[in-house]
């Protein structure tokens, strides 16, 4: 922008500069004979002419002419010599000169400024504000609505108000606080009691100034729900968001230094994917499957709400007493104990305008939670597993979802799961048996002693993916149908359920807009992972 400036100044001089010698050229004395005011004024004519070719001989020169109407004056102060292309862009206008960052920074920031404007408008067309939290701008929506399948379920506030009602009163894992917020109190009991444990070493002060609570980041969780579409009724799952909640950042802590734990101790009766059940099962069946063995899936009912929180944390002290630790990090025992009991007695969330204290169990979107529901339910299956592993057949579990394969006459099964359900008061155990079970994403039949396996869809499946015309990454289109094709030649056991599977997939990625060029490609990367260098077909599909 200063070269500009410059340039129009020195426009500006010439200009001047002609215009004065114009005028100059003018007779001063009227009275002057003509022949001497004609010689002066030819004399005059004749050099503003020589000097007016020598402008049009030199486009590049100062002169309006030479640089066209209206455009910039180009000054070349330094050595540099420049080509024809360079003045041609410098007489293009300041719009295509770089200025330097101070410029460029300010510009930025009035765009930016702009912009923001613009957004803060279009917000208040839309009565809507940016800054409240989800739970408030949801409560102002009149319906909610549900895809499932071809049909759409519509419900009204009230009806899941209703559902959230009736659920609180089941599992009595929540107290009404009124409408008095908690979180000032919550955020400096926080911090007392991490600075009594400083001041009582039971944590350093890296770990103390880690943990501590800042009164302006900190904000209460909420509370929503999540209709679980696929079961019958339509039942809630209640989530609590509490990002910047006064007990996260102990609770995120703790879950770090447990999780591993667990999953040491969880290592044979745990699953974290569909694929780790399938090779399970496959070696399980090569010697064990018979014509009446049983399949069963056992779901627990609210796992997360249903457990005590006094137990739940001894359930963290029966893992470390289990696997004979004596501290975690550079913390004892007692005061990891100490901390996972403060992280679960101080669970608080808004929900409909009025607060609420968790009394059972902990929040279910607390990092600490999973890992202590886990530790409980690994103490409590112990007998269950033995049982199985006695009797020769395979038990997994998955969070709350529990899958047996075991032979065994179905009375005398479902006896036993009735048996199970008497274990423990806080634990109930819905159970499904039978020749043929879903279990996460796959589907198991035994067919005459013969395992058959797929992929399994929920009937709330819908084919939407990723649309390919997003602005997303490419590698994470990849990614897509790779992982899908992948989990199908895995898990389908015979060439005509990986068809259909394969030409259901390729049909819902076409609707999606993914090139079928694109598809094809995908695929072939999964044939080179599973080393298959020829076509497949229905006679080489079981033995590649």
């Not at 997360?304 to 137990?311: F, L």
């Not at 550079?330 to 104990?337: A, H, S, V, W």
């Not at 990092?367 to 103490?379: D, E, Q, S």
């Not at 009375?411 to 008497?422: F, M, P, V």
Request: proline share 4%.
């Amino acid at each position: 922008m200063s070269l500009y400036v410059q340039s129009t100044n020195r426009e500006c001089e010439i200009l001047t500069d002609e215009i004065k010698h114009i005028i100059e050229g003018f007779p001063r004395n009227t009275e002057e004979n003509d022949e001497q005011v004609d010689a002066e004024s030819g004399t005059a004519r004749r050099g503003r002419n020589q000097r007016t070719r020598r402008r049009n001989n030199c486009p590049d020169s100062y002169s309006i002419v030479g640089r066209g109407f209206l455009a910039p004056t180009i000054i070349n102060e330094t050595k540099t010599k420049l080509s024809e292309e360079e003045y041609e862009l410098l007489k293009s206008g300041p719009r295509f000169i770089y200025n330097d960052p101070k410029t460029a920074s300010r510009r930025r920031a009035t765009e930016l400024a702009i912009l923001k404007r613009k957004i803060e408008l279009r917000f208040f067309e839309k009565k809507v504000s940016p800054g409240r939290s989800v739970e408030l701008f949801i409560a102002e929506l009149n319906v909610i609505l549900q895809k499932l399948h071809d049909t759409s379920i519509t419900s009204t506030r009230q009806h899941y108000q209703k559902k959230s009602n009736e659920y609180m009163e089941k599992t009595e894992a929540y107290q009404c606080l009124g409408v008095n917020d908690p979180l000032p109190n919550l955020i400096e009991r926080t911090n007392k009691y991490l600075l009594d444990l400083r001041l009582a070493h039971w944590i350093t002060q890296k770990q103390y100034e880690l943990l501590c609570v800042k009164p302006s980041e900190a904000k209460l969780a909420h509370l929503y729900y999540l209709p679980k579409t696929h079961k019958p009724g339509t039942p809630l799952r209640s989530i609590v968001s509490g990002l910047k909640h006064p007990t996260i950042k102990i609770s995120t802590y703790l879950d770090q230094l447990l999780r591993p734990l667990f999953d040491r101790i969880g290592l044979k009766t745990t699953t974290t994917s569909g694929f780790e059940v399938m090779k399970q099962v496959y070696e399980w069946s090569t010697t064990n499957l018979r014509k009446e063995t049983l399949l069963c899936t056992i779901d627990v009912v609210d796992l997360y709400t249903m457990i005590p929180q006094t137990e739940g944390v001894l359930a963290i002290k029966k893992m470390l007493d289990y696997l004979e630790l004596k501290q975690i990090g550079g913390l004892k025992i007692e005061t990891i104990i100490r901390l996972s009991r403060f992280v679960m007695k101080n669970n608080s969330f808004l929900y409909e305008g009025q607060y609420y204290h968790q009394i059972r169990e902990g929040a279910m979107g607390s990092p600490l939670t999973l890992t202590i529901a886990n530790c409980y339910m690994f103490f409590f299956e112990r007998n269950i597993v033995k049982q199985i592993t006695n009797a020769g057949g395979l038990y997994l579990r998955y969070i709350d979802d529990m899958f047996i394969i075991i032979n065994w006459p179905e009375r005398h099964l479902n006896k036993q799961i009735g048996q199970w359900n008497t274990l423990d008061s806080n634990i109930q155990l819905k159970a499904q048996a039978g020749q043929s079970i879903n279990f996460l994403d796959i589907y198991v039949e035994n067919i005459n002693a013969d395992l058959f396996t797929k992929v399994y869809h929920k009937p709330s499946y819908e084919p939407y993916y990723l649309p390919f015309n997003s602005v997303h990454p490419v590698h994470m289109k990849k990614n897509i149908p790779f992982a899908m094709f992948l989990r199908a030649i895995r898990y389908c056991s015979t060439f005509k359920a990986f068809l259909d599977e394969r030409e259901d997939l390729r049909m819902a990625l076409l609707l999606n807009k993914y090139p079928g060029k694109f598809i094809d490609n995908q695929f072939n990367r999964v044939l080179k992972k599973c080393n298959i260098t020829q076509s497949l077909t229905s006679n080489n599909y079981n033995t590649i």
